[in-house]
Structures are given as structure tokens and as C-alpha cells.
């Protein structure tokens, strides 16, 4: 069983940045894949960016409109970090990291059917 903790949300004003982080216990897999999604006021969960490890590539995945805003970076460990610059109030929402841990291939974009583990959430709000 995978555990994930995420922390760094909080408050910020419109075009302020917020750095997430999340680490991951409980797993030793070569295939730790790892990725972030959000969740607004009655909207839909949607994915934001991703870090997915598969048969020995590393393939780093985004959201098409939040490129470029929005950095994804996974260290040697278990952490998986998001860089949000430029920041909007539609950005504003309950931020969830979610990981898989099976060495399998992996289709496109950022699906939550594809993370079997998530966090408890971690809420950005950004004020006009």
C-alpha cells in the first residue's frame, strides 16, 4: 500500500506561484509513476501534470492548457513537485497527487483510472 502526503497549498493572489510537493512511502517499485489532479467547486477531477515511469522511460506529461504555467519535476525518490507560476483564479481547487505502482505500458494523457493510490488533497485557492 502506497501512502501520499502533499503539502505547500495555501492562498495567493492572481499571478502570485505555489510550489506542491508530494512523497510517497510504502513502495520500492522501479515504476513508481506519480501525478497531480485537481478538482474544482462542481467540475470535474482533471488531470494537471504527470511524471510516468514505464519499462525503463520516463515520460512527463501535461495538461495542453497548463504548459508553460506549470512545472512538473520528480526527484531520485519518492517526491513529485509542481511548480505553479502565473497562477489564476480557475486554478483555484482541491489539488490531489495520486501514484501507481505497476511496471506496465501506459496510454496517453493524464487518466485518474490509471492511479490506483491518492492523497487526502491539498487546497490552492487564488483571489482575484
Known amino acids: 500500500q502506497v501512502q501520499l502526503v502533499e503539502s505547500g497549498g495555501g492562498s495567493v493572489q492572481a499571478g502570485g506561484s505555489l510550489r506542491l510537493s508530494c512523497t510517497a512511502s510504502?513502495?520500492?517499485?522501479?515504476?513508481?509513476?506519480m501525478g497531480w489532479f485537481r478538482q474544482a467547486p462542481g467540475k470535474e477531477r482533471e488531470g494537471v501534470a504527470a511524471?510516468?515511469?514505464?519499462?525503463?522511460?520516463?515520460?512527463t506529461r501535461y495538461a495542453e492548457s497548463l504548459a508553460g504555467r506549470f512545472t512538473v519535476s520528480k526527484d531520485n525518490g519518492n517526491t513529485l513537485n509542481l511548480q505553479m507560476n502565473g497562477l489564476e483564479p480557475d486554478d483555484s481547487a482541491m489539488y490531489y497527487c495520486a501514484a501507481e505502482t505497476s511496471c506496465r505500458g501506459w496510454s496517453a494523457g493524464i487518466r485518474q483510472s490509471d492511479f490506483r493510490f491518492w492523497g487526502q488533497g491539498t487546497q490552492i485557492t487564488v483571489s482575484s
Open positions: 510504502g513502495s520500492t517499485s522501479p515504476c513508481l509513476s
Open positions: 511524471v510516468v515511469r514505464f519499462w525503463g522511460a520516463t515520460s
